[in-house]
């Protein structure tokens, strides 16, 4: 069996959603009546029509098939070349469950339609949502869909009026076949609405593809007043209930509030003011008995009252001294100023003692028999003693310091044989006046 097929035209511009056509035409080359089965096949095939799908055809005679193809105006067909294979198949040699699938095909023809979708474009714009409330600055966004079979650029153009400004996020935009872009869109009022009712802004964003026409996304924004009716009868309420409380207040909490506190203070109060008079009592007799005995005195001796005795007499006085003593010999004595003169007391207030070598040895600061401090001198280097009730050393004793030398110190720089101390003593000699 021989068969030859051809097409017309072979290549083909189609408009996604019209329908167009070409012409196969099929020819029996052999000597016995045969049909003929077409089928449409390649990425086009599910597009494709043909008219008829069997034909039968005498020897050496054509017979043609309309072979018709639809591409639906839809994102998933994309603009460019789509290719459908027309298969011709002769009935008798049509598959049998003996016959394996080589020996059905090889007496098959196919051709070739080539198909150039062309591009269109569709795009849709909404506004999310599409009527917005607030009392300034609100955002929104505006949905951008291309469903055309090509990718576009599109450019925005907000148009807002003289109380409401529309500021989109991205004015231009790429968008692919059969996707979305969302924009960010920012809506300013221009004044703020402080009472009243809100008002209605009506506002739109124009999208312009770079090819086809512009689509329009219409959109009102209503601003509300920053005040909102409640607040001012919430505020008139608010200020009626302080109204009340403080009336409430001064007519009966503060009253016992004030009673309260005047009967716990009445008591301890008239007991105070008892107390006081009872001492202006005593204090008025106190005078008036003085005020007596003063008259008294006056008027028996007929002399006035003697004169009040003389103050003691106080000398401040800052004596130091030095005192050496050898090791293991006798106890160094020192005196420290004169006796103390009849009808007066030495009083110490300060005494500062220093040991400069670091000897060791037994320091004592004494009068007579009595011993008044006994010091290691081991244990200082500057020893400060300050006192608030001062040392008294009696009339007619001499102050003195002693001091037992045990161990010579070692400073630096030099090898004393002795032990070295010095004594301050700061005081006052205070003279009682005589009587």
Same mark, same amino acid.
């Given at each position: 069996?021989?068969?030859?097929?051809? /097409?017309?035209?072979?290549?083909?511009?189609?408009?996604?959603?019209?329908?167009?056509? *070409?012409?196969?035409?099929?020819?029996?080359?052999?000597?016995? $009546?045969?049909?003929?089965?077409?089928?449409?096949? =390649?990425?086009?095939?599910?597009?494709?029509?043909?008219?008829?799908?069997?034909?039968?055809?005498?020897?050496?005679?054509?017979?043609?098939?309309?072979?018709?193809?639809?591409?639906?105006?839809?994102?998933?067909?994309?603009?460019?070349?789509?290719?459908?294979?027309?298969?011709?198949?002769?009935?008798?040699?049509?598959?049998?469950? #003996?016959?394996?699938?080589?020996?059905?095909?090889?007496?098959?023809?196919?051709?070739?339609?080539? $198909?150039?979708?062309?591009?269109?474009?569709?795009?849709?714009?909404?506004?999310?949502?599409?009527?917005?409330?607030?009392?300034?600055?609100?955002?929104?966004?505006?949905?951008?869909?291309?469903?055309?079979?090509?990718?576009?650029?599109?450019?925005?153009?907000? *148009?807002?009026?003289?109380?409401?400004?529309?500021?989109?996020?991205?004015?231009?935009?790429?968008? #692919?076949? =059969?996707?979305?872009?969302?924009?960010?869109?920012?809506?300013?009022?221009?004044?703020?609405?402080?009472?009243?009712? *809100?008002?209605?802004?009506?506002?739109?964003?124009?999208?312009?593809?770079?090819?086809?026409?512009?689509?329009?996304? #219409?959109?009102?924004?209503?601003?509300?007043?920053?005040?909102?009716?409640?607040?001012?009868?919430?505020?008139?309420?608010?200020?009626?209930?302080?109204?009340?409380?403080?009336?409430?207040?001064?007519?009966?909490?503060?009253?016992?509030?004030?009673?309260?506190?005047?009967?716990?203070?009445?008591?301890?109060?008239?007991?105070?003011?008892?107390?006081?008079?009872?001492?202006?009592?005593?204090?008025? =007799?106190?005078?008036?008995?003085?005020?007596?005995?003063?008259?008294?005195?006056?008027?028996?001796?007929?002399?006035?009252?003697?004169?009040?005795?003389?103050?003691?007499?106080?000398?401040?006085?800052? /004596?130091?001294?030095?005192?050496?003593?050898?090791?293991?010999?006798?106890?160094?004595?020192?005196? /420290?100023?004169?006796?103390?003169?009849?009808?007066?007391?030495?009083? /110490?207030?300060?005494?500062?003692?220093?040991?400069?070598?670091?000897?060791?040895?037994?320091?004592?600061?004494?009068? #007579?028999?009595?011993?008044?401090?006994?010091?290691?001198?081991?244990?200082?280097?500057?020893?400060?003693?300050?006192?608030?009730?001062?040392?008294?050393?009696?009339?007619?004793?001499?102050?003195?310091?002693?001091?037992?030398?045990?161990?010579?110190?070692?400073?630096?720089?030099?090898?004393?044989?002795?032990?070295?101390?010095?004594?301050?003593?700061?005081?006052?000699?205070?003279?009682?006046?005589?009587?």
């Amino acid at each position: 069996m021989a068969v030859a097929v051809s /097409i017309e035209p072979a290549a083909l511009a189609a408009v996604p959603g019209e329908p167009v056509e *070409a012409v196969v035409t099929v020819r029996n080359d052999s000597q016995i $009546v045969e049909q003929y089965a077409l089928q449409a096949m =390649g990425p086009g095939g599910e597009f494709t029509t043909l008219v008829p799908d069997h034909v039968s055809v005498y020897p050496e005679r054509t017979e043609t098939v309309t072979v018709r193809v639809t591409v639906p105006r839809s994102p998933a067909v994309p603009a460019g070349r789509l290719d459908v294979a027309i298969r011709v198949v002769p009935t008798s040699a049509a598959p049998t469950e #003996d016959e394996p699938l080589v020996d059905r095909t090889t007496v098959a023809e196919v051709v070739e339609l080539a $198909v150039t979708v062309e591009p269109f474009t569709a795009v849709a714009a909404e506004l999310v949502p599409r009527v917005s409330r607030s009392r300034g600055r609100k955002r929104v966004r505006l949905a951008v869909d291309n469903n055309g079979n090509d990718a576009i650029a599109v450019s925005l153009l907000s *148009a807002g009026t003289e109380r409401l400004s529309v500021v989109p996020r991205d004015p231009d935009l790429l968008i #692919d076949a =059969g996707h979305a872009q969302f924009v960010r869109v920012t809506l300013v009022p221009r004044r703020r609405i402080w009472r009243g009712q *809100a008002a209605s802004h009506p506002y739109s964003i124009t999208v312009t593809p770079s090819s086809g026409e512009p689509v329009v996304a #219409d959109g009102t924004h209503m601003q509300e007043p920053v005040f909102p009716p409640w607040f001012w009868k919430a505020l008139l309420a608010l200020a009626a209930l302080i109204a009340l409380l403080i009336l409430l207040w001064n007519l009966l909490l503060k009253p016992t509030v004030e009673q309260t506190a005047r009967d716990a203070v009445a008591e301890p109060l008239a007991s105070a003011q008892q107390q006081a008079a009872e001492a202006e009592e005593a204090a008025a =007799g106190a005078q008036q008995t003085a005020q007596e005995a003063k008259d008294a005195a006056q008027s028996g001796s007929g002399e006035p009252p003697p004169p009040p005795p003389p103050a003691s007499t106080t000398v401040d006085s800052a /004596i130091a001294v030095t005192l050496t003593d050898q090791p293991g010999g006798a106890v160094a004595t020192r005196d /420290i100023g004169p006796a103390v003169p009849d009808g007066a007391v030495f009083q /110490i207030t300060d005494l500062v003692f220093n040991n400069p070598q670091g000897d060791v040895a037994t320091v004592q600061l004494a009068y #007579d028999d009595t011993v008044l401090l006994n010091l290691s001198a081991e244990n200082y280097r500057d020893l400060d003693l300050h006192f608030v009730t001062p040392i008294q050393i009696p009339a007619g004793q001499t102050l003195e310091v002693r001091m037992n030398c045990v161990q010579v110190g070692k400073p630096v720089g030099r090898t004393p044989d002795r032990c070295l101390a010095t004594v301050l003593v700061t005081g006052a000699t205070v003279t009682q006046p005589a009587g």
